[in-house]
Every structure is written in structure tokens, then in C-alpha cells.
């Protein structure tokens, strides 16, 4: 799969669409009930967070300490926003999109963008690269 920025985006069908949008909102509801399967269900077993200032974080150990990690900063949800999609083959997407960070109180307390490379499973879509950045740092609880 190659991308290419000047890559018109793809005709993402709207189940796959929806299928997917159903993930990024677990992803953010793995935070709200603190449940860290539920963050790690969002992956694929190979997959991995590539993340500004740190190596990547691949596997579900890696992804467990990101996810602590993303907690301690006093993250209870997140909310993404598709902007688009590149690459649809059936197997692979990769997302381009916006996101925000929210505490316990609902107030936003961090945003950025993301691209995420998606792998069709059998059990759904699931991340399998994950690379975001923010547009600021993060504000600490």
C-alpha cells in the first residue's frame, strides 16, 4: 500500500465507515470506564503507536504503558474526526483526522491530528499504525 500526499482520497464505503468510527469511539470509551482491554481491543496484535518524542510502541505491552501513560494525564475520553481516507483496498485504509482529548469534567484538554493505517480483521477493523501529534502539549492533571 503506498500513499502518496497528492493521492486522491478513496471511496471508503459508509459500513466500513461506520465500522470504523464504531473502533475510534471504544478507543475514547476505554478511557471513560478505565478499562485498558477495551483500548487494546482497538489493535491489531502487531499494531503500533508512533507517537512525537518517543520510540514506537508496538505489541500490547507497549500499547498498555501508552495507555497508562495517556491516563495519568487525566484523559477520559477522546474524540476523533475523519478528514479522510487514503488507499481502500478491502484489507488496509489508513484515516486522516483530528482529534480531542477530554478530562473528567468534559473540558478539552489536549488536540492534534492523526494518521492511522487500518487492517480489516476478521473480528473488525482494527489499528495496526497508529501516528499522531499534538498541536500543543498536553495539560497535565
Request: hydrophobic letters at 30%; proline letters at 4%; zero cysteines.
Given at each position: 500500500?503506498?500513499?502518496?500526499?497528492?493521492q486522491a482520497p478513496s471511496k471508503l464505503p459508509a459500513t466500513e465507515i461506520q465500522a470504523i468510527?464504531?473502533?475510534n469511539r471504544h478507543y475514547g470509551e476505554a478511557f471513560?470506564?478505565?478499562?485498558?482491554?477495551i483500548f487494546l481491543d482497538c489493535y491489531a496484535p502487531d499494531g503500533c503507536i508512533l507517537m512525537q518524542g518517543a520510540p514506537a510502541l508496538c505489541g500490547p505491552k507497549a500499547l498498555l504503558?501508552?495507555?497508562?501513560?495517556?491516563?495519568?494525564?487525566g484523559m477520559r475520553n477522546i474524540v476523533f474526526t475523519s478528514i479522510n481516507w487514503y488507499g481502500y483496498d478491502g484489507r488496509y485504509v489508513t484515516e486522516q483526522?483530528?482529534?480531542?482529548?477530554?478530562?473528567?469534567?468534559?473540558?478539552?484538554?489536549?488536540?492534534?491530528?492523526y494518521l492511522v493505517v487500518w487492517l480489516?480483521?476478521?473480528i473488525g477493523w482494527r489499528m495496526l499504525r497508529d501516528m499522531f501529534n499534538a498541536d500543543?502539549?498536553?495539560k497535565m492533571k
Open positions: 500500500m503506498a500513499f502518496h500526499p497528492s468510527s464504531e473502533t471513560a470506564k478505565s478499562d485498558s482491554s504503558l501508552f495507555y497508562k501513560g495517556a491516563y495519568k494525564t483526522g483530528t482529534y480531542q482529548q477530554f478530562d473528567a469534567g468534559d473540558n478539552i484538554i489536549g488536540t492534534g491530528k480489516k480483521l476478521k500543543a502539549t498536553p
